[in-house]
């Protein structure tokens, strides 16, 4: 199933399947590794929503959730 990394409950993982947004925002997600084929779990979310927490490649990394939206994945239904 897809889903966009904005919308996920904490706990939950998925495997990057494309990044999508404009030029800058993606060529920023692309710096920080956030690529096609990466697992990612998220590990926390602000009260209001933004930012997210997720893990990533092994380190821990804080999206907006603009940002995060940009991500689409594929979760284990």
């Given at each position: 199933?897809?889903?966009?990394?904005?919308?996920?409950?904490?706990?939950?993982?998925?495997?990057?399947?494309?990044?999508?947004?404009?030029?800058?925002?993606?060529?920023?997600?692309?710096?920080m590794g956030v690529t096609p084929g990466a697992s990612v779990l998220l590990r926390k979310k602000a009260p209001l929503g933004d930012p997210l927490e997720v893990t990533l490649r092994g380190y821990e990394l804080t999206l907006r959730s603009s940002e995060a939206a940009c991500v689409v994945t594929e979760v284990d239904a």
């Open positions: 199933m897809e889903k966009k990394l904005n919308e996920f409950s904490i706990g939950e993982k998925g495997i990057i399947k494309s990044v999508s947004g404009e030029g800058k925002i993606r060529r920023r997600l692309f710096d």
